[in-house]
């Protein structure tokens, strides 16, 4: 990401769907001014954010053009089908002119994507997040780049994939209590044992668009 949009040194950044806030931690690292927006206040809490707001993606309590850059990691296809080209134009909408979004989204293949799909077959909405990336000249956006990656999933352990799996969306508690054992089968089948810890393949494809 940090090739595509260059130089990050005091740009306000807005992580939109921040997660766990590792990405803007990292920014932060780099010289940045990230500012961390997720509707879970529990990831909020964790994400050890020195700015954080609680809000959804497809409204965005900002005033336009306030922010360098936008990014949606991962967090596209999160958000409810219709209200996704919502997501996209708003991210746009807080961005100065000049400035950039950059837009990762999980393919629906892979081994990361077979263990999951156990509990959540997300692919329809990573499909959808891909039909509104095609149409993003509809949100103003003007594609710069795109390409795609191999982003590794790694975990220490079966108990850590079934909480994050949790934690991302917790609305899957009960649905991952049901296929525990599913899980950890899988886990060990496809899971590739490294020594950061269990490695699973996701593929992504990226976008960066100017505004």
């Not at 309590?61 to 089908?81: C, E, K, Q, R, Y």
């Not at 100065?96 to 990762?104: C, I």
């Amino acid at each position: 990401m940090l090739d595509a949009v260059g130089d990050v040194t005091g740009k306000a950044i807005i992580d939109i769907g921040c997660g766990t806030g590792w990405l803007g931690r990292a920014l932060g690292r780099r010289g940045a001014r990230p500012l961390a927006l997720d509707s879970q206040w529990a990831l909020l809490r964790d994400a050890g954010a020195g700015s954080a707001v609680c809000a959804v993606g497809q409204s965005l309590p900002f005033a336009d053009g306030t922010m360098d850059g936008a990014i949606l990691f991962n967090s596209l296809h999160h958000v409810p089908g219709p209200a996704m080209a919502d997501a996209l134009a708003e991210a746009a909408r807080v961005v100065r002119t000049g400035g950039w979004l950059y837009v990762a989204e999980p393919m629906a293949t892979g081994s990361f994507f077979d263990l999951v799909r156990l509990v959540d077959d997300e692919t329809e909405v990573r499909a959808a997040a891909q039909v509104v990336l095609a149409d993003a000249a509809s949100a103003g956006l003007r594609l710069r780049a795109d390409g795609r990656y191999d982003h590794p999933a790694v975990y220490r352990s079966a108990d850590d994939l079934l909480t994050r799996l949790v934690g991302v969306d917790p609305a899957r508690r009960e649905a991952v209590a049901e296929c525990e054992t599913t899980l950890r089968t899988g886990f060990a089948r496809w899971g590739e044992p490294t020594p950061e810890g269990v490695r699973f393949r996701h593929p992504t494809r990226w976008h960066l668009f100017s505004i």
